[in-house]
């Protein structure tokens, strides 16, 4: 079955960096679409964007650009999000979710089981 | 970027209710819609695709309907099983973005 497998929760100091792995299993990795979605805490969802896993290109939401960024180790069915000089608003919970669709558009059908970065002094 | 309302933000049913959610685009998105539930402490888990197809393995008591700029997820008879937060996602765009949610509780 299709699982999304996130890294594990991450306390960094402001300005640091950090990097959530999401390890997939149970498909074929570069046929599907992956994004990013942060939930602050007690808050809604926010879309990032999202990375073409076959051709590796990222597309960032307003708001993701400049310190966020997509990568891929598709030998290891593995999509990453770096965040550097991070903040205290950067605290949330990063999801990974397949997009299911084409390549223009897609919904996600499965999420990771999410990531907690907690960005404290 | 497509601005997506949800409402009501919070709602409140009895078991058996028909309780109907709705969500509006700032912009005609055609049928681009998915609806999500999320349960504390979970990932969401997506209930409703391209407006109206049920994801398999939801209830059928789930619905969706809607074209252009407004949409409703609809619970036809409410189970305990069914408080969450649920919220619609539009996918039309370059840039895909969520509705704020709907708390919805059990009385």
């Known amino acids: 079955q299709v699982q999304l497998v996130q890294s594990g929760s991450e306390l960094k100091k402001p300005g640091a960096s950090v990097k959530v792995s999401c390890k997939a299993s149970g498909y074929t990795f570069t046929t599907y679409a992956m994004d990013w979605v942060r939930q602050a805490p007690g808050q809604g969802l926010e879309w990032m964007g999202w990375i073409n896993t076959n051709t590796g290109d990222p597309t960032y939401a307003q708001g993701f650009t400049g310190r966020f960024v997509f990568s891929l180790d598709t030998s290891a069915s593995t999509a990453y999000l770096q965040i550097s000089s991070l903040k205290a608003e950067d605290t949330a919970i990063y999801y990974c979710?397949?997009?299911?669709?084409?390549?223009?558009?897609?919904?996600?059908?499965?999420w990771g089981q999410g990531t907690l970065v907690t960005v404290s002094s | 970027d497509i601005q997506m309302t949800q409402s009501p933000s919070t709602v409140s049913a009895s078991v058996g209710d028909r309780v109907t959610i709705t969500c509006r685009a700032s912009q005609s998105i055609s049928t681009w819609l998915a609806w999500y539930q999320q349960k504390p402490g979970k990932a969401p888990q997506l209930l409703i695709y391209r407006a109206s197809t049920l994801e398999s393995g939801v209830p059928s008591r789930f619905s969706g309907s809607g074209y252009g700029t407004e949409f409703t997820l609809t619970i036809s008879s409410l189970q305990p099983d069914d408080s969450a937060s649920y919220y619609c996602?539009?996918?039309?765009?370059?840039?895909?973005?969520f509705g704020l949610g709907t708390k919805l509780e059990i009385k």
């Open positions: 996602q539009q996918y039309h765009s370059y840039s895909y973005t």
């Open positions: 979710a397949r997009g299911r669709g084409g390549s223009t558009v897609h919904y996600t059908d499965n």
